[in-house]
């Protein structure tokens, strides 16, 4: 079994700043990529940021303003986000992925509000 715990949402004004973690536990000790996607109301499902060994890859409405990071001891990764938006608004959920080859392992959802 695998957990995916996150934390760190909540409301913020406009041109704010948010720290979400999620640590993952279990009986998987590693993970080949971790990440975050984001789905607002009405919405899909969309790629935030995602890291996979030294490879980052960020969606083009979020370039320049947020930063994933990781520790693979603690098994955690985080999303810096600065300059918030009234379109970052958005449940945000991370996802563990043991391998290519394996589907993901996801959190429960951290709800980000940004007030204009």
């Known amino acids: 079994q695998v957990q995916l715990v996150e934390s760190g949402g909540g409301l913020v004004q406009a041109g704010g700043s948010l720290r979400l973690s999620c640590a993952a536990s279990?009986?998987?000790?590693?993970?080949?990529?971790m990440g975050w996607y984001r789905q607002a109301p009405g919405k899909q499902r969309e790629l935030v940021a995602g890291?996979?060994?030294?490879?980052?890859e960020y969606a083009d409405s979020v370039k320049g303003r947020f930063t994933i990071s990781r520790d693979n001891v603690l098994n955690t990764v985080y999303l810096q986000m600065n300059s918030l938006k009234p379109e970052d608004t958005a449940v945000y959920y991370c996802?563990?992925?043991?391998?290519?080859?394996?589907?993901?392992?996801w959190g429960q959802g951290t709800q980000v509000t940004v007030s204009s």
């Open positions: 890291i996979s060994g030294s490879r980052l």
């Open positions: 279990g009986f998987i000790v590693s993970f080949e990529a």
């Open positions: 996802y563990a992925q043991p391998n290519r080859f394996s589907l993901n392992y």
